[in-house]
């Protein structure tokens, strides 16, 4: 059979993987693609000296590879919203299929980029763009498919964790750890994408549409960084059992779906509650299957590269297939999305972690916990740290039920203005992940 063409736009730390792993697997490749694929073009800004570039045709153009009539599927490793947007549907409109690993702009063009792909019967891949080389789109979207998915979570930026996990183990400062990932190839070219949730909620927006079968609604995920944990409460955290995971958490309620990444204790004892380092894992909770968890790594040349390969290799399988009997780009068919809201962050249900400072004085404990039995809160644990010798302040940490959130954030709100209380509270919400 002949062999299939791929043109890879981007030769940086996952094109680059992607032309080494294509090249030293080739054989074993093409015996479970049914034929050869083979890398004939690519475009780069830079020369990579990592890279195994043999027979590839390398230019500075990514549009001429594009438009090279040669080319079977483009691969679409630049990252970004743009050229990549325009690359991508130019690609289509030429007839070829896509793969990319960019979750950016699946969450935000995705519904455009689908609809301009299903109208050319064209397929556009994209299992790399979310957990590096975990096949967890290919585990919702097929493995699943019996299922009512009723909530995921995930540790979904490999530099996020690890950077939590670096500096909780060996106490290394923010800084020094995110320039070890920026070095190793993880970090987004803007790291404001890793540490402010952004790149997570970027890829949380892809699985929920693909675990409910919604259209992608990125503007609607509520995102919020690790930025301002502080090794205290990761410390309160332990000693009350639990982890603090960055996490994105979604769920279909009677209400709607929460779409939703922020800091998160989870129960340490949790399976995900030990994936470390640049490690992720989603734990995906069905009705018939109960509850799964996809561990890998999530980032980095050749595990990412792992997921753009599978992608190559199911495109190939499928390409003679009558389009309409392909797995559908968001597991559902199209004229199935599902209009279902996604829920205002102040709706979605949840437990807290908080920690404020307060008076040592006798009553204060007793107008704090009035508070927050007025707004219906229940006081699950708590932990009262006793002031140093000559202060007056006491640090408080409570554990609370689930409540929605904004009962409390009214709580919190007359919490602060207390005149016994110090400060903000520290509010970091909490999942038990069990149901
Ligand atoms: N910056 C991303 C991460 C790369 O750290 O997970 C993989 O998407």
Redesign the pocket.
Known sequence: MKPIHVGLLGLGTVGGGTANVLARNAAEIARRAGREIRVTHAAARDHNPDVNSDGIDICDDPFAVVNNPQIDIIVELIGGYDPARKLVLQAIENGKHVVT?N?ALIAIHGNEIFEAAQKKGVMVAFE?????GIPIIKALREGLAANQIEWLAGI???????ILTEMRDKGRDFEDVLAE?QMLG???TD?T??VEGI??AH?LTILASIAFGVPLQFEKTYTEGISKITREDVNYAEQLGYRIKHLGVTRKTNKGIELRVHPTLIPERRLIANVDG?M?AVLVQGDAVGPTLYYGA???AEP?ASAVVADIIDVARTMTVDPENRVPHLAFQPNELSDTPVLPMDQIETAYYLRMQAADRPGVLAEVTQILGGQGISIEAMIQKESAEGENIASIIMLTQRVIENQMNEAIRRIEALDVIDGDVTRIRLEQLDK
């Open positions: 690993a979750k790399a763009g979310v957990a590096g979904i930026n490999g530099t996020g964790n690890f990932a993880y970090a987004e790291p994408f890793d790149d997570a890829k640049v992720n999530g980032a980095g990412t």
